[in-house]
């Protein structure tokens, strides 16, 4: 079992950098969500995928901010144009239902700063 | 926002059972209480989940009330390594779950 891995652990940029992460979930896990957590803060949530669909967002999740999922496998959540406030730690998780229980596994983590 | 309501912080003596409370009165029927814990800078680590019945774990246990307005959960012996902030969950919405601030416990030598 490898667990919900995250790329990369750490990112610097400057305001108004393009930035990426990507995560790769359980394998046999068909849902996968981002959330953000901020200093002080519970995680979040951003937005969530079953398959390849993208089902739910937050209005959090502004214009500048995209995620995938292209093949129902691993995701991608791009921020464009990134900003100060955007300085988060970015977390995914993946789950399977089962009997009615859904248990999110989350991975360590994408910690952003932006300078 | 957050449906369930947990102090802010505790702290607990090492070796001795900690009782986490948590309030979530307004939970329906078919909805699950889930613990996760998370210590700094990782991520969120789940513990333990239940719906009517008590729950026991390896980790931890989990004590839900009659009416289901109310859960606990018990880490029997704490150990330093237990000092974390503990989430008590519901789901939000359709498929979210939905985290407060959480309980900071700190376990004290």
């Known amino acids: 079992d490898t667990g919900v891995s995250q790329d990369p652990r750490h990112k610097i940029t400057k305001r108004g950098q393009n930035v990426t992460f990507r995560c790769d979930p359980i394998s046999e896990h068909n849902r996968l969500y981002w959330y953000r957590q901020t200093l002080g803060q519970g995680p979040e949530f951003l937005t969530y995928f079953q398959n390849e669909a993208q089902l739910e967002k937050s209005r959090l999740l502004s214009d500048r901010f995209s995620a995938e999922r292209p093949k129902g496998s691993f995701s991608t959540l791009e921020i464009q144009r990134t900003e100060q406030g955007d300085s988060a730690m970015y977390l995914c998780?993946?789950?399977?239902?089962?009997?009615?229980?859904?248990?999110?596994?989350f991975g360590a983590g994408s910690r952003l700063t932006v300078l | 926002d957050a449906k369930t309501t947990q102090p802010p912080s505790m702290d607990c003596a090492e070796g001795r059972a900690a009782n986490l409370p948590c309030n979530h009165s307004t939970i329906s029927g078919n909805e699950y209480v889930y613990w996760y814990r998370q210590i700094h800078s990782q991520g969120p680590q789940y513990i333990i989940h239940?719906?009517?019945n008590n729950e026991t774990n390896e980790m931890a246990s989990l004590i839900i009330t009659e009416d289901r307005k109310s859960s606990t959960l018990i880490l029997p012996h704490a150990t330093l390594r237990d000092t974390a902030v503990y989430y008590c969950?519901?789901?939000?919405?359709?498929?979210?779950?939905?985290f407060g601030k959480g309980n900071q416990v700190v376990v004290i030598p």
């Open positions: 969950i519901v789901r939000e919405g359709n498929n979210r779950l939905a």
């Open positions: 239940g719906l009517k």
């Open positions: 998780a993946s789950s399977l239902v089962f009997s009615g229980a859904n248990v999110l596994t």
